[in-house]
């Protein structure tokens, strides 16, 4: 059954509640749509390719899923990833320098930290990430998801698989590419950060 209410609406509605920060609101957000649409977490997890645990661990804000299986939740919950990780607010500019946003990285299951720029923005029409990956935390995988990415290096070096491509990028590098081709990063440097933008 079809919910009564769209996505975008029923997120609007959560915007009149108190959001303490973005990183622990995405699970409730997920939960709400998920239940929505009267899916059970099994459901939701066999359409994601994620089991009903994780699922549960999302939704109960006990671990930050990667970007891409964000990417898959938003998809299958009909709305998009900007919109699971908005905060409240129609903010016309957000400004964020990199200490702030070093301060508020949250960790992910793939090893990597990350930081969503512009979660006070509205229905934006790209999701900017900061992330930060150390040299042997990242476990080695490849993603697939539809959309486009790119990737610029701020700091480190950082070797990137594409298809059957690998990159090797130095700070001040840059990478555009869609993402339904097979792809992941590994750090070469001890640590490498760099900007990720999803559209």
């Known amino acids: 059954m079809l919910p009564t209410q769209s996505p975008s609406s029923l997120l609007e509605d959560m915007e009149t509640k108190p959001v303490v920060n973005t990183i622990s609101s995405i699970g409730d957000r997920i939960r709400i749509l998920r239940v929505s649409q009267k899916r059970t977490l099994q459901e939701f997890g066999d359409i994601c390719g994620l089991s009903k645990s994780m699922i549960s661990k999302i939704e ?21 990833i900007s919109n699971l990780m908005e905060n409240d607010g129609w903010a016309k500019a957000i400004v964020a320098s990199r200490s702030q946003a070093e301060q508020k990285l949250m960790p992910t299951e793939k090893g990597y930290s990350i930081y969503p720029y512009a979660s006070e923005y509205h229905e934006k029409k790209m999701q900017p990430f900061l992330f ?26 950082m070797k990137m698989q594409i298809g059957e491509v690998e990159y090797i990028l130095n700070t ?19 640590v490498v950060t760099y900007l990720d933008i999803f559209v």
């Open 132 to 157: 930060v990956a150390k040299k042997g935390e990242v476990r080695p995988h490849l993603l697939s998801h539809e959309g486009e990415e790119f990737i610029f290096v701020i700091d480190g070096q």
């Open 60 to 80: 109960t804000n006990k671990t930050m899923p990667s970007v891409a299986t964000l990417v898959k939740i938003a998809q299958n919950l009909g709305t998009t």
């Open 172 to 190: 001040g590098d840059s990478i555009y590419f869609n993402t339904i081709q097979k792809h992941g990063i590994l750090p070469i440097s001890d």
